[in-house]
């Protein structure tokens, strides 16, 4: 069964940084798509982020330039690192494990609040 565990938000004045860690346990093979979605109160949940099992990564439109998608293999974690963040950036942000055919498994959500 595979586990999904996000740690890293907090409180952040606008302009600064925040990385968000996604650790992976259980059985990953072959094809899959990791994400990370957020959803802001009264909004509906949004995919920010993806990182495929090939490799290729893709950001929605806002957060280009300023968040990075990266994995380490070794310590079967995914990370989104958060720079330049802006209030609108302020949600619960949730990390996601698709793999199709297998499973879609979520984590528990990590608030992260944007505010001077």
């Known amino acids: 069964q595979v586990q999904l565990v996000e740690s890293g938000g907090g409180l952040v004045q606008p302009g600064g940084s925040l990385r968000l860690s996604c650790a992976v346990s259980?059985?990953?093979?072959?094809?899959?798509?990791m994400g990370w979605f957020r959803q802001a109160p009264g909004k509906q949940r949004e995919l920010v982020s993806q990182?495929?099992?090939?490799?290729?990564?893709k950001y929605i439109d806002s957060v280009k330039g300023r968040f990075t998608i990266s994995r380490d293999n070794v310590k079967n974690t995914v990370y989104l690192q958060m720079n330049s963040l802006r209030p609108e950036d302020t949600a619960v942000y949730y990390c996601?494990?698709?793999?199709?055919?297998?499973?879609?498994?979520w984590g528990q959500g990590t608030q992260v609040t944007v505010s001077s």
């Open positions: 996601n494990l698709l793999q199709p055919g297998s499973g879609d498994y």
């Open positions: 259980g059985s990953v093979f072959g094809i899959y798509f």
């Open positions: 990182l495929n099992s090939d490799g290729r990564t």
